[in-house]
T-cell receptor, first 110, second 110 residues
């Protein structure tokens, strides 16, 4: 069966520090991968999606970037965090229609 | 782009009551999905709908794909305390990625 792993679960980072969140999927090949951000426990904002290695589409201009170095690995990064980057970050995968989410990372920028 | 209106934004109900929430779209969708998110976790897929008019149940949950393909509803019968959470609708139309509703926060009072 397919599983998705996302880490870390929580993260507290100072303003201006870099960020790297990792997401991996097991049990499937060539999934579509997504990064979402959720503020204040409501609303899922799509940040990036990828249909293959090295293929990244950005939905919202921001202080973040994404990379897909391997088929089942999706990384969310920032060179310098802003206070407004705080939130709950969710990775998800899909093959066709249904999307499945990781457990999320609670990021607090202080 | 595609937009989803999900209502109500929040609900406070007594244990044992039935719940109904719905989503409407500005455009036609080919797939409707319903998710539940508990605090600090990623959304979990509850029900997937693929055909206009389709009515699908998952235990006490029932969801329908509207005939116009622009709406869907989710009903929860005989609510219990563990039904608490945020319920999201999501739809997929011509775009590759899912469009999510803003969520319905459900509180079940004992």
């Amino acid at each position: 069966s397919q599983t998705i792993h996302q880490w870390p679960a929580t993260l507290v980072q100072p303003v201006g520090s870099p960020l790297s969140l990792e997401c991996t999927v097991e049990g499937t090949s060539n999934p579509n991968l997504y990064w979402y951000r959720q503020a204040a426990g409501r609303g899922l904002q799509l940040l990036f999606y990828s249909v293959g290695i090295g293929q990244i589409s950005s939905e919202v201009p921001q202080n973040l970037s994404a990379s897909r170095p391997q088929d089942r690995q999706f990384i969310l990064s920032s060179k310098k965090l802003l206070l407004s980057d705080s939130g709950f970050y969710l990775c998800a995968w899909s093959l066709d229609t249904e999307a499945f989410f990781g457990q999320g990372t609670r990021l607090t920028v202080v | 782009g595609q937009q989803l209106n999900q209502s109500p934004q929040s609900m406070f109900i007594q244990e044992g009551e039935d719940v109904s929430m719905n989503c409407t779209s500005s455009s036609i969708f080919n797939t409707w999905l319903w998710y539940k998110q508990e605090p600090g976790e990623g959304p979990v897929l509850l029900i997937a709908l693929y055909k206009a008019g389709e009515l699908t149940s998952n235990g006490r949950l029932t969801a329908q794909f509207g005939i116009t393909r622009k709406d869907s509803f989710l009903n929860i019968s005989a609510s219990i305390p563990s039904d608490v959470g945020i319920y999201f609708c999501a739809g997929r139309g011509s775009a590759r990625q899912l469009t999510f509703g803003s969520g319905t926060q459900l509180t079940v009072l004992p």
